[in-house]
C-alpha cells in the first residue's frame, strides 16, 4: 500500500495567521515526498520535494515551508498566510526510484480570508 | 523549459461516444508520462506511465499512446462514471523529482 493520509481536508484561515498542514505515507520506506499546489483551472505547482528526513528542497520562492522530522511525515508550514496562498494543497510520494509514478492524498482545500 | 500542454480544456461526450485525449509536450529527454483521473475535491489517481515512443497501455475503457511529441488518452465506450478531470504530466531524465503537470482536459459523459 502507497497510503497517503493528509489532513485537514478543508481549513479557512484569517490573512496573518500561521498554517500547518500534515501529510504522513505508508509503504515503502524512505520515499520522495512532494507537496504540490493546484490553482482553479491550472496544472499542478511542485512546491517542495524531500529526498530524505531533514532534507527539503524548494522549487518556487514562496511564503510557505516544510519539513520533513520522520521518514513518513511531511509537514507544510507558513507563519503568516497571505490571501494568494488560498489554493488546494497535495502531498504525494513516490516508491524513491526513477521511472515511478506519484501517489497522492486526498488534498487540503485551503481558503485564506 | 519543459511544457505540457492538453486539450481540449473540456470535453462532453454521450455515453457509448468515443474520443481521445491529447497531451502534447516539450522535454528536454523524456523519463516518463504519467496519466491521471482528478474527480473533484479529490486528489489525483494515477492511471498510467508510459516510457518510449510507441508504447501502448490498457486498463478498462482507457487506452494511453505515447509518441515523441504527444501522448494520447483514448477513451472508447465511455460511461458517465468515467466523467472526471484527465491530467498529463512529465519527468524529464535531468529532473527526477518535479513532473510537470498539464492544466487538464475536463471529461463529462452523459447518459
Known amino acids: 500500500s502507497q497510503t497517503i493520509h493528509q489532513w485537514p481536508a478543508t481549513l479557512v484561515q484569517p490573512v496573518g495567521s500561521p498554517l500547518s498542514l500534515e501529510c504522513t505515507v505508508e509503504g515503502t520506506s524512505n520515499p520522495n515526498l512532494y507537496w504540490y499546489r493546484q490553482a482553479a483551472g491550472r496544472g499542478l505547482q511542485l512546491l517542495f520535494y524531500?529526498?530524505?528526513?531533514?532534507?527539503i528542497s524548494s522549487e518556487v520562492p514562496q511564503n510557505l515551508s516544510a519539513s520533513r522530522p520522520q521518514d513518513r511525515q511531511f509537514i507544510l508550514s507558513s507563519k503568516k498566510l497571505l490571501l494568494s496562498d488560498s489554493g488546494f494543497y497535495l502531498c504525494?510520494?513516490?516508491?524513491?526510484?526513477?521511472?515511478?509514478?506519484?501517489?497522492f492524498g486526498q488534498g487540503t482545500r485551503l481558503t485564506v480570508v | 523549459e519543459d511544457q505540457v500542454t492538453q486539450s481540449p480544456e473540456a470535453l462532453r461526450l454521450q455515453e457509448g461516444e468515443s474520443s481521445s485525449l491529447n497531451c502534447s509536450y516539450t522535454?528536454?529527454?523524456?523519463?516518463?508520462l504519467f496519466w491521471y483521473r482528478q474527480d473533484p475535491g479529490k486528489g489525483p489517481e494515477f492511471l498510467f506511465t508510459l516510457y518510449s515512443a510507441g508504447e501502448e497501455k490498457e486498463k478498462e475503457r482507457l487506452k494511453a499512446t505515447l509518441t515523441k511529441k504527444e501522448s494520447f488518452l483514448h477513451i472508447t465506450a465511455p460511461k458517465p462514471e468515467d466523467s472526471a478531470t484527465y491530467l498529463c504530466a512529465v519527468q524529464a531524465k535531468n529532473n527526477n523529482n518535479d513532473m510537470r503537470f498539464g492544466a487538464g482536459t475536463r471529461l463529462t459523459v452523459k447518459p
Open positions: 524531500s529526498v530524505g528526513i531533514g532534507q
Open positions: 522535454v528536454s529527454g523524456l523519463r516518463g
Open positions: 504525494a510520494r513516490d516508491r524513491g526510484r526513477y521511472n515511478t509514478e506519484a501517489f
